[in-house]
């Protein structure tokens, strides 16, 4: 078995339902949810199910279409128009993985400029590894659903055949001896 990290689309469901009963937990009641493409479309559309507020769907790349690193993350989409509807709202900033937190700090940055009341971050897995950017002091909620080392993780919405990578899970589980969620 590779040395990858299978999530499959029930964990990544069980992920998400743990994220919405930490944030409502811990006081945070969201406004909106602000989605990172395009990692954070599915999670985002699942916690909805949890905590039914509007989506918007921002896009942001670290990477060309060549696969070529960029300098700096750069927006693909954004929700200019709607900047306004950020003000003094409580944002609940979901994405997939808190990597390099490159991205994910700039989106912060970007969207702390629309002065909303306060910005939560959620993420499915947080690579524990030394970041190349820190979230601004702004950010006192980031909530990852689950902490792993620093591997190479095999979402399910990339899987061309979503049964093996099912079935890959399930043996990584076993081999690890993790418990499934
Ligand atoms: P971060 O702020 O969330 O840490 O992101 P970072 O800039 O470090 O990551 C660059 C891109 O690499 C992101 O994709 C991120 O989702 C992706 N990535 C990082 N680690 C992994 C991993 O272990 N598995 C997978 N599948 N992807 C990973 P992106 O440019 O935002 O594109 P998209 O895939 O979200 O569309
Ligand atoms: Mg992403």
Same mark, same amino acid.
């Given at each position: 078995?590779?040395?990858?990290?299978?999530?499959? =689309? *029930?964990?990544?469901?069980?992920?998400?339902? *743990?994220? &919405?009963?930490?944030? !409502?937990?811990?006081?945070?009641?969201? #406004?909106?949810?602000?989605?990172?493409?395009?990692?954070?479309?599915?999670?985002?559309? @699942?916690?909805?199910?949890?905590?039914?507020?509007?989506?918007?769907?921002?896009?942001?790349?670290? =990477?060309?279409?060549?696969?070529?690193?960029? #300098?700096?993350?750069?927006?693909?989409?954004?929700?200019?128009?709607? &900047?306004?509807? !950020?003000?003094?709202? *409580?944002?609940?900033?979901?994405?997939?993985?808190?990597?390099?937190?490159?991205?994910?700090?700039?989106?912060?940055?970007?969207?702390?400029?629309?002065?909303?009341?306060?910005?939560?971050?959620?993420?499915?897995? *947080?690579?524990?590894?030394?970041?190349?950017? +820190?979230?601004?002091?702004?950010?006192?909620?980031? =909530?990852?659903?689950?902490?792993?080392? #620093?591997?190479?993780?095999?979402?399910?919405?990339? &899987?061309?055949?979503?049964?093996?990578?099912? +079935?890959? +899970?399930?043996?990584? !589980?076993? +081999?690890?001896?993790?418990?499934? @969620?």
């Amino acid at each position: 078995m590779d040395d990858k990290f299978y999530v499959s =689309y *029930n964990t990544v469901h069980k992920l998400v339902k *743990n994220l &919405a009963a930490k944030i !409502l937990g811990s006081g945070f009641d969201p #406004d909106v949810i602000v989605a990172i493409g395009s990692g954070g479309f599915i999670p985002a559309r @699942i916690i909805k199910t949890f905590i039914n507020r509007p989506i918007y769907a921002v896009g942001i790349s670290y =990477y060309g279409v060549d696969k070529k690193h960029r #300098d700096h993350p750069t927006k693909i989409q954004w929700i200019d128009e709607v &900047a306004d509807q !950020l003000r003094g709202k *409580n944002v609940l900033l979901i994405d997939e993985v808190d990597d390099t937190r490159a991205t994910l700090a700039y989106c912060v940055g970007e969207l702390l400029s629309y002065k909303p009341q306060e910005i939560a971050v959620l993420v499915l897995h *947080n690579k524990l590894k030394k970041k190349d950017v +820190e979230f601004p002091p702004e950010i006192r909620r980031y =909530y990852p659903a689950l902490e792993i080392e #620093d591997k190479w993780i095999k979402y399910p919405w990339d &899987a061309e055949d979503i049964d093996e990578h099912t +079935e890959l +899970e399930r043996r990584m !589980l076993e +081999e690890t001896g993790e418990v499934r @969620i």
